[in-house]
């Protein structure tokens, strides 16, 4: 019985961090952030997650063409109660309107880490080798 309740509250998460993650990704688009440092990035918002309470959500995000994504978090955090309030239309059916963290989203560095190790030639030797012995048998 837990575990059907447990799913049920981890699906809420997802969900209302899914409806952020459109709802933030609107205001961006829409430019209305006045910081000249904003104006002029794409910046994409990979995830959201939410608290337990729904009163907290950190946005993982991603800043195209940039290799130093922090100046560009450090400036959404420091707007971040005029975002909130710019959430507050799109989130009305909310209970509480979440306080909204910026991160920066480290999870394509990680990907393209891991794909730099697979196509390593150490790893390819052994990729080989499993291959051959798999023809063999």
Same mark, same amino acid.
């Given at each position: 019985?837990?575990?059907?309740?447990?799913?049920?509250?981890?699906? $809420?998460?997802?969900?209302?961090?899914?409806?952020?993650?459109?709802?933030?990704?609107?205001?961006?688009?829409?430019?209305?952030?006045?910081?000249?440092?904003?104006?002029?990035?794409?910046?994409?918002?990979?995830?959201?997650?939410?608290?337990?309470?729904?009163?907290?959500?950190?946005?993982?995000?991603?800043?195209?063409?940039?290799?130093?994504?922090?100046?560009?978090?450090?400036?959404?955090?420091?707007?971040?109660?005029?975002?909130?309030?710019?959430?507050?239309?799109?989130?009305?059916?909310?209970?509480?309107?979440?306080?909204? $963290?910026?991160?920066?989203?480290?999870?394509?560095?990680?990907?393209?880490?891991?794909?730099?190790?697979?196509?390593?030639?150490?790893?390819? $030797?052994?990729?080989?080798?499993?291959?051959?012995?798999?023809?063999?048998?």
């Amino acid at each position: 019985m837990a575990r059907s309740s447990h799913s049920a509250h981890s699906q $809420r998460l997802l969900s209302v961090g899914e409806k952020v993650r459109h709802a933030l990704t609107e205001v961006l688009q829409r430019g209305e952030i006045r910081d000249p440092l904003l104006e002029k990035a794409v910046i994409t918002v990979t995830e959201v997650r939410m608290a337990n309470d729904l009163k907290l959500a950190t946005a993982y995000v991603t800043v195209l063409g940039q290799d130093d994504a922090e100046p560009y978090v450090k400036a959404l955090n420091d707007h971040a109660r005029f975002i909130r309030g710019r959430l507050t239309p799109a989130l009305r059916q909310m209970k509480y309107m979440p306080e909204v $963290r910026f991160r920066i989203d480290t999870s394509f560095d990680n990907y393209a880490r891991i794909d730099a190790l697979l196509k390593s030639p150490e790893v390819a $030797r052994d990729l080989g080798d499993d291959d051959d012995d798999g023809e063999r048998n």
